[in-house]
């Protein structure tokens, strides 16, 4: 394998450099993706449109989560069976990565377009957003079958340290949904149909580049005659990923709750937490891509049983994304009236997001811990732990927390609770990961 070296005894920094800068690179295409439509949108002054993008934004966040729970879970899945030597095993975990998700971004598809009417009811839409809503939710719809598969392919061509193409291919997504939006948003005038397009094109064009780089590799498969649903591979790329997924579902839904909370402060106040969520998302994009760059090199070591460098690795990974979250909050907050400012020239929306963005960015340095906690449990194959970790964040801890804020302090309570849920989820995922290092520890010295 030409990255072993590099997993088994690269330094933290060396695996920082090699395997987290290109996946932070492709975090910060991912945020780029999700800007471009606000930014365009923003700056033609509609802001019910701008409305429309934010109350959609679950969904897309679903499709991303199916694109994670194959993808992470084959990721996870194919580096462990690296460092076990199982070369067998990564050809049936990437083939099934494949064809899972074609067929669930088939599903999702069907279910989208066909309950579309319940669906905008649903994400809290009213009589001036729906249309725009559903206007771009069809178009999103028909690209989730090339969407949730290049997620997975990009994911999982990761586990053996070559992040390049997995890089490239987002990159070359991004470039081009940039060019398209303002093409489509500014010239066509398409508005959120034309958002919608350039992102499923970026998209498409994104997976062509996957399919080509994951052919090239001897390691992993393609082929239809490696698929399989015994429940040794499909359970376990499934149980691996459910985590992250779980997680990333739950966001969606727990996204749906606050957009249905904050649409009775009205339409000023989802466009200002549109805005001002696309401002801040940066540092918590760049935390994670610090995480999920090292993973595979986790899942490798702990497939190795090197207890010793596996805890060099993620205390390590854990110090820098707290110094760097804490760094750009820093920055942001000083500059958040100018960051806001840049995608939306309405007074009142520029005042209230300034507000929405220092909630966001209170606690995003402790965010560093909880994501490197839940990385750690992931790549180690603990699946329970991981699970409840990544999902108290999300729901089980935001939930709560967010209806008890809102009901006691209004809209503050909704952009504060984010803060407060990333405090009490931090401290109950480092309790997790110290049992679970015991329960390792003691099985390696028995």
Sequence with gaps: ???????????????????????????????????????????????????????????????????????????????????????????????????????????????????????IALLGTNEETAAYTAEYLRILALGAPFMILGGGLGNTIRADGDVKNAMLASLSGTVLNII???????????????????????NIVSLVLLLRAMREKNAFSLSIKEFTL???????VLGLGLPMAASTLLMSFSSAISNRLTVSYGNVAVAARSVAGKSAMLIPMIVMGLCMGVQPAISFVYGCRDRARLRKIVFGVGAVCVGVAALMSAVFFLFREQFVAAFSSDAEIISLGKTMMLGTLLAVPVEGVYHMCSTFLQATGKVSFATLTSLMQKGLVFLPVLLLMEKLFGLDGI?????????????????????????MLSTAKG
């Design 1 to 119: 394998m030409k990255n072993e070296k590099l997993l088994r005894e690269g330094s933290v920094w060396q695996l920082l450099l090699k395997l987290s800068l290109p996946v932070i690179l492709i975090m910060m295409v991912t945020v780029l993706y999700n800007m471009a439509d606000v930014f365009f949108i923003g700056r033609s002054g509609d802001r019910y449109q701008l409305a429309a993008i934010s109350l959609a934004g679950p969904v897309f966040t679903t499709i991303s989560a199916f694109n994670t729970l194959i993808g992470f879970g084959g990721c996870t899945a194919c580096s462990i069976a690296l460092g076990e030597g199982r070369n067998d095993l990564v050809k049936k975990y990437s083939a099934f990565v494949v064809y899972a998700s074609l067929a669930l971004g088939f599903v999702l598809m069907v279910l989208i377009l066909s309950g579309m009417r319940v669906l």
């Design 180 to 202: 398209l939006d303002p093409l489509f948003i500014s010239v066509f005038r398409w508005g959120c149909r034309g958002a919608a397009l350039a992102t499923v094109i970026g």
């Design 230 to 236: 015994r429940r040794e591979i499909s359970l376990r």
């Design 415 to 439: 952009i504060f609770s984010n803060a407060v849920t990333t405090l009490i989820s931090t401290g109950i995922a480092l309790l997790l990961c110290r049992s679970w290092s015991r329960q």
